[in-house]
């Protein structure tokens, strides 16, 4: 049972390279009987391509991701004086509320109001720990990762260059019915899989769209980033857009900032209305 994880990740720059390979394979066939480029060549410019991409979405998104985290560091401290803030209009506002709670349930809030500013600073020392050690450990493993990615490459251009043989060679050892059902399989699978993630990546795509616009409008702090997170949780199954909208709109209800909770609201009516429009 502990063996299995080392298998999987020993293979695992293989199986990535052969669906490498199975993607880029009409496109080398097309470089070939086209534009008459051999090969090796067409199968190593495939190889180039997919790393210098790679290279630049990872590039391009640890930069995001690093600035994103700065900016949110330096504002911790703004954050932090607003939260306490608006615990203590909550508490002006409702205090004959907090008057008919249960006397835990008021000292609860009243005990999180005075030391907010305490519990979010050593929540934030205990979080610096683990990610010094997640920093440790990442730094450790780059050689480990640099050869693998190295073994992902040269497997994925054998694969390309020898894509037709290899196929040969497994229609040869496979029996006719089990090589038919695959074939089958696989078509139905691309077909129905591709039609689904057109769809929802259509669909996060313009709940993308309207959510960045209004959150602009509406002068919402990394309008963008936000807009994105939102729209990417709308893509998963199980959450939504309300995951985010619905607590937010809460939020500035109990607050009092009654106008912008309208306006969430509409623009929570105005994703689904796509969403419901574009499926």
């Not at 703004?78 to 209009?89: G, M, R």
């Not at 509320?97 to 009243?110: C, K, Q, R, T, Y």
Request: glycine share 4%; net charge positive.
């Amino acid at each position: 049972v502990f063996i299995l994880p080392r298998l999987a990740m020993y293979f695992l720059p293989f199986v990535l390279a052969y669906v490498i390979a199975m993607i880029a394979n009409p496109a080398v066939s097309f470089l070939q009987r086209r534009i008459s480029i051999k090969r090796t060549h067409s199968s190593a410019l495939i190889v180039v391509v997919v790393l210098l991409l790679i290279i630049t979405i990872i590039y391009w998104s640890i930069t995001a991701i690093i600035g994103l985290a700065i900016s949110i560091i330096n504002d911790i401290p703004s954050y932090i004086q607003n939260l306490t803030a608006t615990l203590d209009s909550l508490y002006v506002r409702y205090e004959g509320l907090f008057d008919m709670l249960p006397v835990e349930i008021a000292s609860g809030f009243l005990e999180l109001r005075d030391n907010l500013s305490k519990i979010l600073t050593d929540m934030l020392s205990s979080l610096a720990v683990p990610t010094v050690d997640i920093s440790m450990s990442a730094v450790k493993s780059v050689p480990g990762l640099f050869i693998n990615v190295l073994i992902f490459f040269i497997a994925a251009f054998c694969f390309i260059f020898q894509w037709e043989n290899i196929q040969k060679v497994i229609n040869e050892h496979m029996p006719k019915g089990i090589a038919g059902y695959i074939d089958y399989l696989k078509n139905d699978t691309r077909m129905i899989l591709g039609s689904w993630l057109k769809a929802q990546f259509k669909i996060m795509g313009v709940v993308f769209l309207v959510l960045a616009i209004a959150f602009m409008i509406l002068r919402v702090k990394y309008a963008i980033p936000l807009a994105f997170l939102t729209a990417f949780l709308d893509f998963l199954p199980a959450f939504g857009v309300g995951f985010i909208m619905w607590p937010w709109i809460v939020i500035e209800l109990l607050s009092g900032r009654f106008l912008m909770a309208l306006w969430l609201a509409l623009v929570y009516i105005i994703t689904q209305f796509v969403r419901n429009t574009l499926q």
